[in-house]
C-alpha cells in the first residue's frame, strides 16, 4: 500500500463519509431526541437529487440554486410530515412502532410516485462546470467536485453545530424531549420548535441528495439505500450528538472505504452490521450520546 | 374503552359494504377464466422481462424491441410472412414484470403459462429467474427462449433442456471483443466484475480471451457488490496497480458508475466493457467515449442493411435508437413468430423442432440466425466496437472490427453434457 | 379485559362458528378452482397465501402479543427456506416431514441466537438488531458459503414427493390440503400458546416489562422464547415456500420479507392471529390483481399502510370480525370490548 494509496482511500472515506454525516444529522436529532423512528428520511435525499436532476436543472441549469430548492423543498415537506402524521400519533400516545409503520409506508408510497413520474431507471448527475476536473497535488489525483462535498458538508455541519450549541437550540431540544410540559409552561413553543428542528433535518438530507447526485446517482431505491448505514453512524456516534455523528460518520466512512478495498465489499458491509449489534450490546450510547432512548 | 373510530365520517357498515362489493367485483373478474374473442385464433407469447428493479435499464429496453417486433408482424407480416400476422393469425404479447426478483418471475411464468394460456415463453434477463422458469417449463413442457441472459450457465447440465433456447450472446463469445484492446495496448489488465456468476463468468472468459492473443498479466482482479453505489475504493487500487487496460464486467447502476466515477476520479487507463449498452453509455456520457466493448448488433452493418431501418423504426417507436438488447429482444419475438410460421401450428413439440432446426436469414443481428442442436445456444457474430460521440446517434457504438472466430471458447457440441436432455419425452 | 360472561360466551361462540365457517370455506375453495380451467393456477396463488398467512401469524406472536418489534423475522423463514433447499439438493433427503423438520431446527435456532442478541438491548434498538442479523445471512447467503448457498442463483429442483411415503404433494391440488392442514394445526398451537400461562407472561412483557421482571419472571428469557417459538412457525412457512416454489433465492433473506411481515400484521391486525393471515391473503390478492394494470402496484400499499396506521391501528379482522357479531347480537348486549 503505497502513500498516495492510503491518501485516496483516505479521501474516499472522508467523501462518502460527509454524505453520511449530512444525512445522519437530521437522524440523529429526530431519532436521538425526539424519540422518533423515521423510516422516512431517506425520501428527502432522493426527492432533493430528484429534483435538482429533473426539474431545477433541465429548467434553470444552476446547480446551486438546485441545493438551495432541495434544501426548501424538504424542509417544507419534512415539515408537513411531521405536523400532520406524526404529531397526531405522538399527541395520541401511540407506540413508538406505530410512527415506524407510517413513515415506512410514507416511504414506500413517495417511493412509487418517483417511479411512475420519472421511472426507475438510474442516472447520473452532471458536477457544475467550475468543480469538474481533478485536482493534483504531489502524486494524488482527486475529483474537485469530491473536495468540494467533503468542504461544504463541513460548513453546513459547523454552522449546525453553532445553531445547536450556541444558541441553546440544542438545549432546548433535549428539554423538550425529557419534560415537554415544563418546558412548555416556561415559555417554549414546544411544537413548533419541533417542527421545524424536524423539517431542518429533513432539508439537510435533500441537500445531501443533490451533493451526491452526481457521484452515488440518482434511482427510486435512494429511499432505502443507506438508511442502514445511517442508523450504524449515528448509534455509534452516539444517540442526539452532532460531534458524535461527525466523527461516527468520517470513521465509518473510512471503514467502508478501506474495508472495499481491502477485503471485499461484502465483508465490509457485514463488518459493519457486526459492529453495529456489538455497540448496540455493550455501548448503547456510543462515542458522545447523552440519552438514553435505547434502552 | 372508547369504541374504534371509524375512517373519516363514513359509517363503518357502509365502509365495509363498498370496500366489499369491491373486492368481490374485482376478485369475479379475476377469478372467472378470462375471455376474449379470439381466444382460439391468437399466437399467444409471454413476453416476461425484467421491467422494475435492478436491470430494469435493459429489461425495459427488451421488453420495447419485442413489443416492436410484434407490431410490425401484426400489421404487415414482418419477415416472417406476407400476411399480417404469423400462420395468417394475430401475434399476441403479453408482458408480466418479473421485478427482478426469482419468486414474483417464476409466479408471473405460472400465470402467463395456466392463466394466459401462452404457446411460448420469451424474455428475460437474471439468470437465476431464468433458472427457476427453465425448472418449471421443463414440467410443463412449454418452450422457452431466452432473449437476455448472458450467463452461459443457464445452458449447462442441468438446466439446460429441449423446451428451453439461449437467444443471446453468452460470456464465451462476447469476451472476445477484448481482444482488439489487449493487442493495441497490451496484456497487463485490471478484471472488475460484478460479485456473482455472471461476473467472475466475465473476468474469467476475459482472462481466457485475452491470454489468446498476447502474454496475460493479471494486474489485480475485483468484486465490487451489484449495483454498489460507491467504487472509489477498487478506482483507488485500478491507479497504483497501473494496468495496460480494465476489463469491466459490471452491469445494472454500476456500469455508468464505475465508468463515471472513474473517469472523475482521474483514471485515464482504456477501458473494455463486457457488453455495450446504449441507456448506460448515455448514463455515463462523455466519460464513456473511447471505451471498446462487445456487442452483437450494429445499426450500421454492411452485411445487414436491415438492421438501420430497424433502428428508425425503434427510434420513432420509443424516442431513442436501440442498443443491443433492443435488437436482442426484437430479433427473439421475429426468431419465435418464424419458427412457428414454418412449423405450421403452434403445437408446442413442433415449435421446438422449428426453433431447432430454423437458419433465420433476415433477422437484425446476424446473417444467419440459429441454435446449436446440442444445447439450444445461439451463435452468431461478435464485434468489437468503441463508443464514439455522433450527431446522430450520440453515444454511438462504432466497428472497429469483427471477431474472426466467435465460436473459439466455446465448449464443443458432444461435449456440453447437455446432450441427452435434448432427446424428446 | 372485562368478561361480562354472557357476552363472552356469546362471543367466543361466534368466534367458534367464524372458525368453522372459515375452515369450510377454505377447504372447498380449491375444489371450486378445479372448474376453472386455470385450476391449478388459482390453487398456488392460494397456497402462497397460506404460506405468507402462516409467516405473517408467526410474527403476530413476536410483535402482537410480546410487544417485540422485530424487524428481521425474515432470517427464521429464510433460514428454514435454504436449509430445505440443500437437505434436499444436497443429501438428497426426498421426505417432504423431514425436510420441513431440518428447515424447523435451523430456523428455531437461528431465532434463538437472534433473540438472545435482542433479548438485551432496548425495544428501540431490537427493530435494528434484528434488521442488521437478517442482512448479514442474506449476505453470507449470496457469497456461497462452502458451495452450499449458490450465490445469488439459488438452489433450484426441489421436487414434492409423497408425504410420509403415502399423500403424494406433487398435484397442487393435494400440496394445498398439505398446507392448509399445517396452517390450521399451527394456529390452534398458538392459539394454545397465547391463552396458556406462557401466553400471559408474553402479554404482560408487552404491556410492562418492569412490571413482568419484578414479578419475579426473567423477562430475557422468555423474550428468547417467544423468539423461538414464532421462529419455528415462521420456519415451517419458509419450509413450505421451498417445496411449493422449488426454489430457493437470497430474497427470501430479504428486508422487504422482514418488513412484509409487519405489515400484513398491521393490515391485519396485530394480537389477533387470524388477522395476520388475513392481511397477506389481501396484499397477494392486490398484487395479483394490480400488477397487471400498474407496475408500481405498490403505491396503494405504501397508502393503505399510511390510512390504516393512522385511523385503523387495530386493524382490519377486529372491524370484520366486530360487524360479523354486530349482526347476529343485538348491539345493546355488548359491553365487553376487547382491549
Known amino acids: ?295 | 374503552m372508547a369504541e374504534q373510530k371509524g375512517c373519516n365520517g363514513i359509517s363503518r357498515r357502509s365502509f365495509i359494504k363498498l370496500a366489499s362489493g369491491g373486492v368481490i367485483a374485482v376478485s369475479a373478474n379475476w377469478f372467472l377464466p378470462k375471455f376474449s374473442w379470439s381466444a382460439g385464433d391468437e399466437i399467444r407469447i409471454g413476453g416476461i422481462f425484467e421491467l422494475s428493479g435492478g436491470l430494469s435499464t435493459i429489461g425495459v429496453e427488451q421488453a420495447k424491441g419485442a413489443e416492436l417486433a410484434v407490431k410490425q408482424i401484426n400489421a404487415t407480416g414482418g419477415v416472417v410472412s406476407n400476411k399480417p400476422g404469423a400462420l395468417g393469425r394475430p401475434v399476441k404479447l403479453i408482458l408480466e414484470d418479473t421485478e427482478s426478483k426469482v419468486a414474483t418471475g417464476l409466479a408471473k411464468a405460472k400465470k402467463l403459462v395456466e392463466r394466459d394460456k401462452v404457446h411460448i415463453l420469451n424474455g428475460i434477463v437474471m439468470s437465476s429467474i431464468s433458472m427457476a422458469i427453465q425448472e418449471y417449463i421443463k414440467e410443463q413442457k412449454i418452450p422457452f427462449v431466452n432473449s437476455g441472459s448472458g450467463n452461459e450457465e443457464i445452458v449447462h447440465p442441468p438446466h439446460c433442456g429441449r423446451y428451453f433456447f439461449k437467444g443471446t450472446y453468452g460470456n464465451p463469445q462476447i469476451v472476445l471483443a477484448a481482444q482488439y484492446g489487449a493487442k493495441k495496448h497490451g496484456g497487463r489488465w485490471y478484471f472488475i466484475a460484478d460479485n456473482y456468476s455472471w461476473g467472475y463468468n466475465c473476468t474469467k472468459f476475459f482472462k481466457q480471451a485475452i491470454e489468446r492473443v498476447v502474454k496475460l498479466e493479471v494486474a489485480g482482479e475485483d468484486y465490487p457488490p451489484f449495483n454498489s453505489d460507491n467504487y472509489a475504493p477498487y478506482i483507488t487500487k485500478i491507479k497504483s496497480a497501473n494496468p495496460d487496460g480494465v476489463a469491466i464486467g459490471v452491469c445494472g447502476g454500476g456500469y455508468a458508475r464505475f465508468i463515471k466515477q472513474a473517469r472523475q476520479m482521474g483514471l485515464k487507463t482504456f477501458f473494455h466493457h463486457n457488453f455495450y449498452s446504449r441507456p448506460d453509455v448515455k448514463a455515463a456520457g462523455d466519460t464513456s467515449l473511447g471505451m471498446t466493448a462487445g456487442t452483437n448488433f450494429l445499426i450500421e452493418n454492411p452485411k445487414i442493411p436491415r438492421a438501420k431501418k430497424f433502428a428508425e423504426d425503434f427510434k420513432a417507436f420509443t424516442g431513442d435508437y436501440p442498443g443491443g438488447t433492443g435488437a436482442d429482444g426484437f430479433n427473439s419475438i421475429e426468431v419465435i413468430c418464424k419458427a412457428i410460421h414454418e412449423a405450421g401450428s403452434t403445437d408446442p413439440e413442433k415449435i421446438v423442432d422449428a426453433l431447432e432446426n430454423i437458419a433465420f436469414k433476415e433477422g437484425i443481428i446476424t446473417p444467419v440466425y440459429q441454435f446449436r442442436k446440442c444445447d439450444h445456444m445461439a451463435t452468431f457474430g461478435v464485434h468489437t466496437i468503441e463508443v464514439v460521440q455522433d450527431p446522430k446517434y450520440q453515444y454511438d457504438s462504432k466497428l472497429i472490427e469483427e471477431v474472426k472466430d466467435p465460436d473459439q471458447l466455446l465448449t464443443p457440441c458432444g461435449k456440453t453434457g447437455c446432450e441427452e436432455s435434448m432427446k424428446k419425452g | 379485559m372485562e368478561k361480562n360472561s354472557l357476552s363472552f360466551l356469546r362471543r367466543s361462540a361466534w368466534g367458534w362458528i367464524g372458525g368453522i365457517l372459515l375452515f369450510l370455506g377454505a377447504a372447498l375453495l380449491p375444489l371450486l378452482f378445479e372448474l376453472s380451467s386455470e385450476a391449478s393456477y388459482l390453487q398456488y396463488t392460494a397456497v402462497r397465501m397460506m404460506i405468507l398467512g402462516l409467516y405473517a401469524m408467526s410474527f403476530d406472536l413476536l410483535f402482537g402479543f410480546t410487544g417485540i418489534f422485530s424487524f428481521g423475522h425474515a432470517a427464521a423463514f429464510g433460514a428454514s427456506a435454504y436449509a430445505s433447499a440443500i437437505f434436499f439438493t444436497r443429501f438428497q433427503v426426498t421426505e417432504p416431514m423431514i425436510v420441513i423438520l431440518g428447515g424447523l431446527a435451523l430456523a428455531v435456532l437461528v431465532s434463538v441466537f437472534v433473540g438472545y442478541l435482542s433479548s438485551r438491548v432496548g425495544s428501540v434498538a431490537v427493530f435494528l438488531v434484528t434488521f442488521a442479523s437478517t442482512e448479514v445471512m442474506q449476505l453470507i447467503a449470496f457469497s456461497n458459503p462452502a458451495g452450499l448457498t449458490n450465490g445469488e442463483n439459488g438452489i433450484s429442483g426441489i421436487k414434492r414427493t409423497a408425504v410420509l411415503g403415502l399423500f403424494s404433494v406433487k398435484p397442487e391440488l393435494n400440496f394445498y390440503y398439505f398446507t392448509l392442514l399445517i396452517l390450521v394445526v399451527s394456529y390452534f398451537l398458538l392459539r394454545k400458546t397465547v391463552n396458556s400461562p406462557l401466553g400471559d407472561v408474553f402479554q404482560g412483557i408487552r404491556g410492562n416489562a418492569e412490571r413482568v421482571r419484578f414479578l419475579g419472571y426473567n423477562v430475557e428469557q422468555y423474550k428468547i422464547v417467544s423468539f423461538a417459538i414464532s421462529g419455528l412457525f415462521a420456519g415451517a412457512a419458509g419450509s413450505l415456500n421451498a417445496l411449493h416454489e422449488g426454489t430457493v433465492a437470497p430474497e427470501v433473506l430479504s428486508w422487504f420479507l422482514s418488513g412484509d411481515a409487519v405489515l400484513f400484521t398491521v393490515l391485519g391486525g396485530p394480537g389477533t392471529l387470524i388477522g395476520p393471515i388475513l392481511g397477506a391473503s389481501i396484499i397477494v390478492l392486490v398484487q395479483e390483481i394490480l400488477s397487471d394494470f400498474l407496475r408500481e402496484w405498490l403505491v396503494f400499499v405504501g397508502m393503505s399502510y399510511v390510512v390504516l396506521i393512522l385511523f385503523l391501528p387495530k386493524g382490519l379482522f377486529p372491524m370484520f370480525s366486530r360487524i360479523f357479531q354486530n349482526r347476529v347480537n343485538r348491539p345493546s348486549n355488548l359491553s365487553a370490548t376487547t382491549k
Request: hydrophobic residues 60%; charged residues 5%.
Open chain 1, 1 to 295: 500500500m503505497t502513500l498516495e494509496f492510503f491518501f485516496m482511500q483516505m479521501l474516499n472515506g472522508l467523501t462518502i463519509g460527509s454524505i453520511f454525516i449530512l444525512l445522519s444529522s437530521g437522524l440523529t436529532i429526530v431519532f436521538g431526541l425526539q424519540g422518533i423512528t423515521n423510516c422516512a428520511h431517506g425520501v428527502f435525499y432522493m426527492l432533493g437529487a430528484y429534483l435538482a436532476i429533473k426539474v431545477v436543472m433541465p429548467l434553470a441549469g444552476n446547480y446551486w440554486l438546485a441545493l438551495v430548492i432541495a434544501f426548501l423543498f424538504n424542509f417544507g415537506l419534512g415539515c408537513l410530515m411531521e405536523y400532520t402524521g406524526i404529531r397526531f400519533l405522538v399527541q395520541n400516545k401511540r407506540e413508538g412502532t406505530h410512527v415506524l409503520v407510517l413513515t415506512l409506508g410514507f416511504a414506500i408510497l413517495i417511493r412509487e410516485l418517483v417511479k411512475i413520474t420519472w421511472g426507475a431507471v438510474p442516472q447520473l448527475a452532471e458536477a457544475p462546470a467550475i468543480l469538474q476536473g481533478t485536482l493534483t497535488v504531489g502524486s494524488v489525483t482527486y475529483p474537485v467536485y469530491w473536495l468540494f462535498v467533503i468542504a461544504f458538508t463541513a460548513a453546513i455541519m459547523a454552522t449546525l453545530g453553532f445553531l445547536f450549541m450556541r444558541t441553546g437550540l440544542g438545549i432546548l431540544v433535549q428539554s423538550i424531549t425529557m419534560n415537554s410540559e415544563v418546558t412548555q409552561a416556561l415559555g417554549t413553543n414546544a411544537p413548533r420548535i419541533n417542527t421545524a428542528v424536524f423539517g431542518l433535518g429533513t432539508g439537510i438530507a435533500g441537500i445531501a441528495g443533490v451533493l451526491s447526485s452526481p457521484i452515488l446517482g440518482v434511482e427510486p431505491n435512494m429511499v432505502f439505500d443507506l438508511l442502514i448505514v445511517l442508523f450504524v453512524v449515528i448509534i455509534f456516534g452516539g444517540l442526539g450528538s452532532l460531534l458524535g455523528v461527525v466523527v461516527s460518520g468520517v470513521i465509518v466512512g473510512m471503514i467502508i472505504s478501506f474495508g472495499t478495498a481491502l477485503m471485499t465489499g461484502m465483508i465490509a458491509k457485514i463488518l459493519a452490521f457486526v459492529v453495529m449489534i456489538a455497540i448496540l450490546l455493550v455501548r448503547p450510547l456510543g462515542l458522545f450520546g447523552k440519552t438514553g432512548i435505547l434502552d
